[in-house]
């Protein structure tokens, strides 16, 4: 990567966009090494992607997929009504902000809204998000910012925060992208729009917090204007990032510390495998953006650096649940480390476009790990609450149970329709993960052709093969709470084109049969297989993806267990009170606090090696028809027996000075407690079932 930090080879801002305003006749018609294939795919072509989504509109949810999409459109529809800040008009002409956080929450919410419209053709709630997107776009301030005057550069240090402008911006996107254009949408017009924003802005975008993450919208807006002014801006832009978190990290070597908020962004540590001391989402949004250089200048160091980012997540901050620690630093990973709900919503979303990079399907493993069990382990079956914070042990979910050291007694446990409160955090952010799943789900891959990157019940339409021909492929199946999926293609007349799908890294031993037989496939390359032929309407691709049980250990004696991309838990049952705070929740969306009524005070002991033997696969006779259930995860006709013994005394903590107020325990060291001389056996569930859960178990002797 250009790190260029020698001076003579910058030049500063004021120069930079001289030059822009001079050459802007000449730059403005450069075109760009795109491979189109067509008006659809030209939304979404980004040039060196190795795999490409497809705009809003090409992909449907079916199935158990829609059903939670729906479930998800109520609290999202009832949110403005119910819930400061996203009861007032930021981004429609309010302007009395306390502070940012309004705009970023309310940005949160316009985006997911736009997305989850956009799939369920859900006119109420697209009306609310078109308010606040179509005032901002028709209320530029004269030099073309398009946001807030709160948040306009004015000079010297106060203002110019475009993190909230970006989030805005990713609305902006799906909706110019969507296919058919919705009413009133003109993609040109929005990106002229956004065009003229960014070249004419004077805000830092290099100076260490996450305005460096509007490099996203800006390439965005080079793909569609042709302008590469814009390229070369977000390029600037990144090195001079780059170069400033250098800095930082030298400085902060020499004080012996590095909790500077971004000098873990430096490449030196990036690139050094060790834990990384940052804030969960700034890591997750920050670190993707040169993944998404990557996408669009083909330059290997980018990626490399975007890969080293994550990896470091992978090596040490990984919780059971696919998402990594995050209170709302990264951290540790015990039973009790929790991550923000936030950080489920980002880091899927870094992860895609990590995906479309690499063309690599373990990205969509990660994603998948993520949504199966981190969204609906935090989320309420019926969506009317949500955590701010969630953690694998949670035995009690009250306004005073956290028990995040920092802070213990808080409120970030309880399962509220804005947990954060004053800060809107999470409550925003939660309506982007699933309709984001949704819209991966399919992408087009080399040779123009269509692969299978998320799992789930989905019909896509789409051009293919070298005559671009029109292709719909249903996808059915109750998977992750089956093994089978099948693929029907449709199409007018044959259709010649590469179907790829995505064989997860759990499974050893997958099986593809096309119109019943066995199909003879190279094994999985970067993740995938490759189906090469010509379908005819009507040809079904049965894909099998055997699960098997594994376990994994986890810090102070902690065991763990899965079984392909689920996570199982022990389910404990919860007696749910609720309540309704003024501003905050409503009689139909209260908030929520569980307390725990059966046991939980069980260790496992078990051999990994014999784990398949000694955990028993429960299937239900007749597997659940899932197809209509919005919460499939408390349906799930797989659980897991294992065998558990009690560890008596092990108990929830209680505050010395208030015997009312308990906590979740960490991990007990067996040997100072007494284990029951009875062996017992336990049904465990999906995580995303189990609302209070034990999910890292203590490990007892076999
Ligand atoms: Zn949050």
């Not at 799939?119 to 005032?135: G, Q, V």
């Not at 993944?291 to 994550?310: D, N, R, S």
């Not at 699933?434 to 087009?444: D, G, H, T």
């Not at 197809?627 to 408390?634: E, F, R, V, Y």
Request: glycine letters at 8%; a neutral charge; one cysteine or more.
């Amino acid at each position: 990567m250009n790190h260029g930090s020698s001076e003579s080879k910058r030049i500063n801002r004021r120069e930079f966009m001289s030059g822009v305003a001079i050459g802007s006749t000449l730059l403005a018609t450069a075109s760009l090494p795109c491979v189109l294939y067509g008006a659809e795919e030209q939304a979404t072509s980004r040039p060196y992607a190795a795999l490409r989504s497809l705009p809003p509109g090409a992909i449907q949810p079916q199935g158990w997929v829609r059903a939670h999409l729906e479930s998800q459109a109520k609290l999202t529809a009832a949110l403005p009504e119910i819930s400061y800040p996203f009861n007032v008009p930021y981004w429609e002409g309010a302007e009395d902000a306390k502070s940012w956080f309004q705009w970023e929450q309310r940005a949160y919410w316009i985006d997911g809204a736009t997305r989850l419209s956009l799939l369920l053709d859900e006119p109420a709630i697209m009306t609310k998000a078109r308010a606040a997107i179509d005032y901002t776009l028709s209320h530029p301030s004269p030099s073309g910012y398009l946001g807030p005057q709160y948040l306009e550069y004015v000079g010297g240090a106060a203002g110019a925060n475009r993190w909230p402008n970006n989030i805005l911006f990713r609305s902006f996107m799906a909706l110019a992208d969507a296919q058919p254009a919705p009413n009133g949408i003109n993609s040109g017009v929005i990106a002229g729009a956004l065009q003229k924003h960014f070249l004419n802005d004077k805000a830092p975008y290099s100076n260490g917090g996450r305005n460096i993450t509007n490099i996203e919208p800006l390439l965005w807006c080079y793909e569609r204007t042709g302008d590469r002014k814009l390229l070369a801006l977000a390029e600037k832009w990144w090195t001079d990032y780059i170069d400033a978190a250098t800095e930082a990290e030298v400085g902060a070597e020499k004080q012996g510390a590095r909790r500077h908020p971004y000098s873990d962004m430096a490449p030196s540590r990036i690139f050094s495998n060790t834990p990384a001391t940052a804030h969960g989402v700034s890591y997750a949004e920050q670190t993707k953006q040169p993944a998404i250089l990557y996408l669009y200048t083909g330059k290997q160091e980018y990626l490399k650096y975007a890969v080293a980012a994550q990896q470091r997540i992978f090596n040490f901050h990984m919780l059971i649940d696919g998402i990594p620690s995050s209170s709302e630093g990264l951290a540790g990973t015990t039973a009790l480390d929790e991550h923000e709900t936030c950080d489920i919503s980002d880091y899927t979303w870094s992860w895609s476009y990590l995906l479309m990079a690499t063309g690599d399907g373990s990205w969509g493993d990660h994603i998948e790990r993520a949504c199966f069990n981190a969204h609906p382990g935090s989320t309420r079956d019926d969506w009317k609450g949500i955590q701010y914070y969630s953690s694998p042990n949670q035995f009690i979910a009250t306004l005073n149970s956290d028990h995040w050291k920092p802070r213990p007694g808080d409120r970030r446990l309880a399962y509220q329709p804005t947990p954060a409160q004053y800060i809107g955090c999470c409550g925003g952010n939660k309506h982007r993960c699933f309709p984001n799943y949704v819209l991966n789900m399919w992408m087009k891959s080399s040779g123009n052709g269509l692969a299978a990157t998320l799992y789930g019940p989905s019909k896509v339409s789409t051009k293919v093969g070298p005559q671009n021909q029109d292709v719909e492929i249903v996808e059915s199946t109750n998977y992750p709470f089956d093994e089978e999926i099948q693929f029907e293609i449709r199409s007018s007349r044959p259709a010649e084109f590469p179907l790829s799908l995505r064989i997860p890294g759990w499974c050893d031993n997958p099986r593809i049969r096309v119109n019943g037989s066995s199909a003879g496939v190279s094994p999985p390359r970067k993740g995938f297989v490759v189906l090469r032929r010509t379908f005819k309407s009507g040809d079904v691709v049965t894909l099998n993806l055997p699960m098997n049980v594994s376990t994994s250990n986890w810090p102070n004696n902690g065991v763990a267990i899965e079984r392909g991309p689920l996570v199982y838990a022990l389910a404990i049952q919860p007696t749910w009170s609720s309540l309704v705070e003024a501003a905050y929740s409503s009689a139909e969306f209260p908030t929520w606090e569980a307390r725990p009524t059966g046991d939980w005070n069980y260790g496992v002991a078990l051999d990994a090696a014999r784990a398949a033997d000694q955990v028993q696969v429960k299937k239900a006779s007749v597997a659940a028809n899932l197809a209509t259930n919005s919460w499939p995860w408390s349906s799930s006709p797989v659980s897991l027996s294992v065998p558990v013994r009690k560890i008596v005394g092990w108990e929830l903590q209680t505050n010395p000075g208030n015997p009312a107020q308990k906590f979740t325990p960490p991990l007990p060291d067996p040997t100072q407690y007494k284990i029951s001389d009875t062996a017992e056996r336990l049904s465990l569930v999906p995580y995303g079932a189990a609302k209070l859960r034990l999910s890292i178990f203590p490990k007892l002797k076999s």
